[in-house]
Structure formats: C-alpha cells, structure tokens
C-alpha cells in the first residue's frame, strides 16, 4: 500500500530541534526524491502547521502520481492573536477541518494516508467520533488509508483491535532500545494484516551516532547514563553482523513482517542522504535481531 521503504518524515521540517529556512526543506525534499524516496509523511503538529507549509512547497512541481504522502489528524492549528497554537479535536467536524486545513498548506487536493495522531489523552472520542469520520472519507474515495500513530502502545493495541484502520504509525517503540511494541502490537497487526510505519527508529538520536555518548537525544530529551550504556553495547553488538550503529537501528526497524516502511527525519540533504547510504548496508540482519533480543534480556 505505501509503495516504498523508506519514507521521510517532516518534523525536522517544523523547525523541530533547529530552525530551518524554505531553501534547506526544499533541499531535503529534493535529496529524499533523488534516493528514489516517495513517501512522506507529516502532520499539522510539526512547526503550527510550517512543516506541512514546507513539504508542499517543495513538493509543488513533483507529479502527484509519483509520491505518495501521510498527514495527521487531532490537533486543529488556530490563529489567535496575530499567531498560532494548537487545539485538540477528535471531534467528526475536527477531523474535516483539520485535513481541509492541511490540504490548504499543502496546496494539493488530497492526502493519501489519515492518521489519528496521539490520541492516548482523548481515546474514547478518537475511536467514536474521529476514526468513523475517516473511514467515511475512505469510503467516499477522499483518502486510500486510514490509521493512528503514537508512542503509546495501549492506544494503539485498542485501534487495531476495534477498528479496521490500513496502517498504524509506531513511534520510538519498535527499536533497537525500546522493542515493547513486539510484545503486543506486532503480533497482532500481523494477525490483523494491519501495515506498519516504523518512526521514530533512531530514538530522537542516540542511535543515529556510531559511538554514543553522553548529552546524546532519547525520546527527545537527555539519554540517561543506562541507556547511554545500552546504546554503546549495540554499537558494539552491531559491528560483530556487519553494521556500524546507525546501519544496525535501520535494519532492526525494517525488520518485522508488518513494517511496510521506516520513516526517517533530517536536518539537511546531507542527513537524508547518510540515512539511505545507512539503509542499503549490507549485513546479518537475522542474526542482528536475534543478538539484540537475546542480550536484552541479559541486559534485563
């Protein structure tokens, strides 16, 4: 269904940890398109809707054919006082204003993939009022698929379980240090035939450096010293199967039969590139899966 995999995603595209300018999303779109990427992924949440403002602009004289792209719904973008700030709506009428409104910033005339984006605080309104609104707009032809993103498992365990969504979007949370969406989620969207977008796979950076070090991003703020640890062990353990650290977190995310895609943020042309330089190691992926599972529980 998503057609490639490895897609990229546009926090970065919302001036996530550093501003960026037009001229630098465009020359990370334009990167990502030359490695043959066409999925993209985004949400009204990156930058008060900048990100999505960005990727369309620089999207713009891409053939709508080509490319597929994902964005988000649950958060409405306001302007309030010359500015703009976020609201929560699960609400069927949040749902439409929220992807009118993403059309509008995009500039394009449909999205291909709807997702429910952290609706762990509001779940009873996201499984009763957002998520039919957007199985109506697939029924109607108005997206291909629909599904949820979060870091929160539960949540996602409870859509896939009571729904019928394409796709869920997992973040943070089928990785090389956090694997707990295995337990559950995995197994069941297998069962289900439910795709996965895996996000999130390098955990807000720690994994995305050969030699982790101290003051490095887990789960966007500070690693703690244990997991710092942890990161220099499969640095250690990804280089006996062939694979420098950043190589090994890619391999292990694509790895489960449900991912369809892993999804990867940049910074810049140049990170878009040494992520799919990063893709395309060659290694012992099946014997890297079973290494990590199996020293995590020494680990444990």
């Given at each position: 269904m ?27 779109v334009?990167?990502a398109?030359?490695?043959d ?10 930058g ?47 749902v ?35 998520y ?21 498992l539960?949540?996602l ?19 090389m ?8 989620l ?12 895996n ?5 807000s ?14 789960d ?9 640890e ?9 280089a ?10 890619i ?12 999804v ?37």
């Amino acid at each position: 269904m998503m057609g490639t995999d490895l897609g990229l995603g546009t926090a970065q595209l919302g001036d996530l940890f550093e501003p960026l300018d037009q001229h630098t999303a465009t020359a990370i779109v334009d990167a990502a398109w030359a490695c043959d990427i066409r999925l993209f992924d985004t949400a009204p949440h990156y930058g008060l809707g900048l990100a999505e403002e960005r990727l369309g602009t620089a999207l713009r004289h891409r053939p709508r054919e080509q490319y597929r792209l994902s964005t988000k719904v649950g958060r409405l973008i306001v302007d309030i006082d010359g500015g703009r700030t976020r609201t929560w709506d699960f609400s069927a009428d949040g749902v439409r204003t929220s992807l009118m409104s993403s059309l509008r910033r995009l500039g394009l005339d449909s999205v291909d993939t709807a997702l429910v984006h952290d609706p762990e605080g509001h779940l009873d309104e996201a499984l009763t009022a957002a998520y039919p609104e957007l199985e109506r707009m697939r029924s109607a032809g108005i997206v291909d698929a629909i599904g949820v993103g979060s870091r929160h498992l539960p949540s996602l365990v409870r859509f896939v379980r009571e729904t019928d969504v394409d796709v869920v979007m997992v973040a943070g949370r089928l990785t090389m240090l956090d694997h707990s969406a295995l337990d559950e989620l995995v197994p069941l969207c297998e069962h289900r035939g439910v795709q996965i977008l895996n996000v999130g796979v390098f955990n807000s950076g720690i994994l995305a450096t050969p030699h982790p070090a101290a003051g490095g991003r887990f789960d966007y703020t500070v690693a703690p010293d244990a997991v710092v640890e942890r990161a220099g062990e499969l640095a250690q353990l990804s280089a006996r199967f062939g694979y420098t650290l950043p190589q090994a977190a890619i391999a292990f995310a694509r790895h489960p039969a449900p991912v369809a895609s892993v999804v990867l943020g940049a910074e810049s042309a140049d990170q878009v590139r040494a992520n799919v330089r990063a893709a395309e190691a060659q290694g012992d992926a099946e014997g890297l899966w079973n290494a990590v599972l199996e020293t995590e529980g020494e680990h444990g």
